[in-house]
Antibody
Framework: DVQLVESGGGLVKPGGSLRLSCGGS????????VNWVRQPPGKGLEWVSS????????YYADSVRGRFTISRDNARNSVFLQMDGLRPEDTALYYC???????WGQGTLVTVSS | EIVLTQSPDTLSLSPGERAILSCKTS???????LAWYQHRPGQAPRLLIY???TRATGIPDRFSGSGSGTDFTLIIRRLEAKDSAVYYC?????????FGQGTKVEIK
């Protein structure tokens, strides 16, 4: 079964760090650009970051630029989101998705609270 | 940054009726860069339409998309209970995605 699987979410204090992972199960993720999208509680979808298959092209939303770093390890068929300097407004369900939008994970919850 | 504005915020309709959802962009975009998603609570977003009018794999023909420039529309015909969800339009430019704020479709 082809799917994306996110992991790494949890509860962290403001200013703390988390590293999210997105793995491709049943397909070769290296062929795809991958995006991170988040949904704060009770709000809509917000794009966070994207990375091309070769890691040559990397983009961030203004709200996370300078604090979040996207990367990938094609040998491990995985994409990562290193989140530093976390703020309460980063609290959200974080999804990874392929570039065409046709494959999504179920999300991993990040809660930033003291 | 391109801003997407959806209307209405909420639609409350009966089974069998037709839903018409609007998405307006703050500047003209290529129709190849506009998609629609269905998002049910507790589930991952589901791609319905890409390229403004092409149904994604497995999407029934009750769902149709149209539009160009700054005005795009998603129509859901013969509404069913399982269509209850939030629907988002999205533009996917060369460097970023942006989403509309969503339209909640409620089935009476």
């Amino acid at each position: 079964d082809v799917q994306l699987v996110e992991s790494g979410g949890g509860l962290v204090k403001p200013g703390g760090s988390l590293r999210l992972s997105c793995g491709g199960s049943g397909f070769n993720l290296t062929r795809y650009s991958v995006n991170w999208v988040r949904q704060p509680p009770g709000k809509g979808l917000e794009w966070v970051s994207s990375i091309s298959g070769s890691s040559l092209y990397i983009y961030y939303a203004d709200s996370v630029r300078g604090r979040f770093t996207i990367s990938r390890d094609n040998a491990r068929n995985s994409v990562f989101l290193q989140m530093d300097g976390l703020r309460p407004e980063d609290t959200a369900l974080y999804y990874c998705s392929t570039s065409g939008g046709d494959s999504w994970g179920q999300g991993t919850l990040v809660t930033v609270s003291s | 940054e391109i801003v997407l504005t959806q209307s209405p915020d909420t639609l409350s309709l009966s089974p069998g009726e037709r839903a018409i959802l609007s998405c307006k962009t703050s500047q003209s975009i290529s129709s190849t860069s506009l998609a629609w998603y269905q998002h049910r609570p507790g589930q991952a977003p589901r791609l319905l339409i890409y390229g403004a009018s092409t149904r994604a794999t497995g999407i029934p023909d009750r769902f149709s998309g149209s539009g160009s420039g700054t005005d795009f529309t998603l129509i859901i015909r013969r509404l069913e209970a399982k269509d209850s969800a939030v629907y988002y339009c999205q533009q996917y430019g060369s460097s970023a995605w942006t989403f509309g704020q969503g339209t909640k479709v409620e089935i009476k």
